[in-house]
């Protein structure tokens, strides 16, 4: 059996980590590279950077910020924002990420997903998606892209099993109803992702308590937990998880040794 993993998510914009709440009402929480070092030193299993604003900016990921984030850590990093291209990702990869998030423009283009696979290897590419609950009476959700501020139209589940099929290695699913709320993931998205895929799923949006992380992974289904607000408030620290998690006899790394 795999480890299930803990990972915080430093969301970027303007060169600070920020976090809202349903993507909205951005607020500040600290310097990225201090963030990475402080999670890669408490035995996070993995990291995510997001420029947050790359793709609704219409530019290209902070490079330098993403070299000297990864040069100061030592677990594996992922990094996402304003990838539209092949050369785009080899140059993260080049820059230290280890995987490349890919969101808006792999909707736009699924065929990168494709070339990013078939070049760097599909444990290299990641695709998020941010899902928003339908307010119809039609189930379901929708997958949003451009830092959820446009709707596709897409239908989260068929999308989740047409990545899978052009090569995703991974899956960032992320609620947009739960994002920042600490009210909980959503289960049932996640578990209904994680159902119909043969890919690992990371949870993201919500978590706001240790049982909430424990749910992620039972009844989720989840592979690993993102994590934000939590850490970045100070509510709990990735120890403080980890030790719950392993009392409740799931399989955790108990550093990142």
Sequence with gaps: MVALRLIPCLDVAEGRVVKGV??????????????????????ADELVFLDIAASHEGRAT??????????????PFTVGGGISTVDGIKELLRAGADKVSLNSSAVSNPDLIVQGATRFGSQC??????????????????????GGRENTGLDVLEWTRKISQLGAGEILLT?????GTQAGYDLELTRTVAEAVDIPVIASGGAGCLEHIFMAFTDGKASAALLASLLHDGDLTV??????LIKKSLLIRPDNC
């Design 239 to 244: 120890k403080e998880i980890k030790d719950y």
């Design 125 to 146: 590419i990641v695709v998020a998606i941010d899902a928003k609950r339908r307010k119809t009476d039609q189930w379901g959700w929708d997958v949003f892209v451009k």
């Design 62 to 75: 902070l490079i330098d910020m993403v070299r000297r984030t990864a040069e100061s850590v030592t677990i």
């Design 175 to 179: 609620s947009m109803d739960g994002d």
């Design 22 to 43: 349903n993507f909205v009402g951005l607020r500040d929480a600290g310097d990225p590279v201090e963030l990475a070092c402080r999670y890669s030193q408490a035995g």
